[in-house]
Nanobody, 120 residues
Framework: VQLVESGGGLVQAGGSLRLSCAAS????????VGWYRQAPGKQRELVAV????????DYADSVKGRFAISRDNTKNTMYLQMNSLKPEDTAVYSC??????????????WGQGTQVTVSS
């Protein structure tokens, strides 16, 4: 399984970006889980998660009302729409996916990350 993020970049505060996470390879039984971010000197934190059907989402308090996670299962792609960006949103954003084997073992996959930089 390969996860490739795109859409990051440099944006001014108040601006918007849309991140994409495309999965390829052995995507059978693959679940796209969500988006995480890691700022310099900080631990990786959850940004947003989404269920397989897309019917349920959850967000970190710091991004509620500004970010929206979605998915297109026909394309094995997950998105993160980021609006009203703030300098504190600056981080490397990575997507997470997992495969649960028939035996119950969960295999976790991460993308390489995409840099988001918000200038003040």
């Amino acid at each position: 399984v390969q996860l490739v993020e795109s859409g990051g970049g440099l944006v001014q505060a108040g601006g918007s970006l849309r991140l994409s996470c495309a999965a390829s390879g052995s995507t059978f039984r693959l679940s796209l889980v969500g988006w995480y971010r890691q700022a310099p000197g900080k631990q990786r934190e959850l940004v947003a998660v989404i269920t397989d059907g897309g019917g349920s989402t959850d967000y970190a308090d710091s991004v509620k009302g500004r970010f929206a996670i979605s998915r297109d299962n026909t394309k094995n792609t997950m998105y993160l729409q980021m609006n009203s960006l703030k300098p504190e949103d600056t981080a490397v954003y990575s997507c997470k996916a997992q495969v649960r084997s028939y035996g119950g073992t969960v295999y976790v996959y991460w993308g390489q990350g995409t840099q988001v930089t918000v200038s003040s």
